[in-house]
Nanobody, 117 residues
Framework: QVQLVESGGGLVQPGGSLRLSCAAS????????MGWYRQAPGKQRELVAH???????SYADSVKGRFTISRDNAKNTVYLQMNSLKPEDTAVYYC???????????WGQGTQVTVSS
């Protein structure tokens, strides 16, 4: 079993920054992909960014140039640096991980990010 624990959410003013962290623990040999999704009230969960074990990264168009994803493979941890935050970034952010191309998805419990003045 794998557990994902997120931290770093909170309330920030428009234009501000936050850094989310997600640490994976449990029976882990390697992690194929780690990423962040978000879900705003009344909307579907959407991919924000993900990073593969060899370093390939992709971002949602809405966050390109503002968010940066990174991972520390030795610590099984993924980070999301969020800059120039906008009110529309308000959502619950979920960490996601998959151990291989055919494994199930693992999810964190979610962390609230609120961007408001």
């Amino acid at each position: 079993q794998v557990q994902l624990v997120e931290s770093g959410g909170g309330l920030v003013q428009p234009g501000g920054s936050l850094r989310l962290s997600c640490a994976a623990s449990g029976t882990i040999f390697s992690i194929y992909v780690m990423g962040w999704y978000r879900q705003a009230p009344g909307k579907q969960r959407e991919l924000v960014a993900h990073i593969f074990s060899l370093g390939t990264i992709s971002y949602a168009d809405s966050v390109k140039g503002r968010f940066t994803i990174s991972r520390d493979n030795a610590k099984n941890t993924v980070y999301l640096q969020m800059n120039s935050l906008k009110p529309e970034d308000t959502a619950v952010y979920y960490c996601n991980a998959r151990m291989s191309t055919i494994s199930r998805d693992y999810w964190g419990q979610g962390t609230q990010v609120t961007v408001s003045s």
